[in-house]
């Protein structure tokens, strides 16, 4: 039985094999629109993999939403502002942390005066209360702290600063200012990706506008819907203020 499984095998491969001699340029176009649909495929499923099936990387992630708004007109706007994210902070009921920030580019010098082009993302205190992964040294923000303080992500802290240990209350300089740190991020984590430092953000007078991002971390995963001033309202719904999913 398995003999003359095996010849029709062999036998089916030099027709092939005959086929290919006879038409070269059919069985090129053949095998290029085969490899490139496999690779096509291959593609596809990494990216919906990576975006939808694989879980985020983060602690409790199914409890980790994004905050974008709706104009009058239903259009997103996708930045949020300050008026929107401190009532959902006060909703001790549902929300556990709300934070807001946004990117930039900046330049950090380390011990022997050689400065590092780096991504810095701005962020209100809340920060390390939505995204709760454990710290390698140090600790996150607090209320109080100085707009100068700064918690380092793993990479930078080991790239940059050779791992110092003593980096915690160390001052740093960064844009030729002096930042004060406070943390090192655990290794791993860096949100959004690329990021290098989060440096609390300044909200003083004339900071009421938007800004880039809006996180918020709900005490239990399920649909939250919370009403804001003006009529916005944070749903996984695009109404008002969608809740979604982080993204990088």
Known sequence: MWTLRWIEVLQDLRYARRMFRKNPTFSATTIV????????????????????????EYNDPDQIYRLRTIDEQGLTRGTVGRVLIDPLADDNESVQAAVYGYSLESSVVNREGTA????EYRVSEEFFQVFTDPLTLGRGFEPGDDFDKTVLSYQTWRDVFASDPNIVGAPILVNASQLNVIGVAGEGFEYPVGT???????????????????????????????????GARCSRRPVGAQARRPSA
Do not use: C
């Open 196 to 230: 290098a430092m989060w440096t609390k953000i300044y909200t003083g007078p004339g900071t009421e506008g938007s800004f880039q991002h809006g996180r918020i971390r709900t005490r239990e995963a399920r649909r939250h819907r919370r009403r804001a001033p003006g």
């Open 33 to 56: 629109t085969l490899a490139l649909g496999i690779g096509a495929i291959t593609v596809i499923f990494s990216v919906v993999d990576a975006v939808l099936l694989r879980p985020l």
């Open 116 to 119: 590092f082009a780096i991504n």
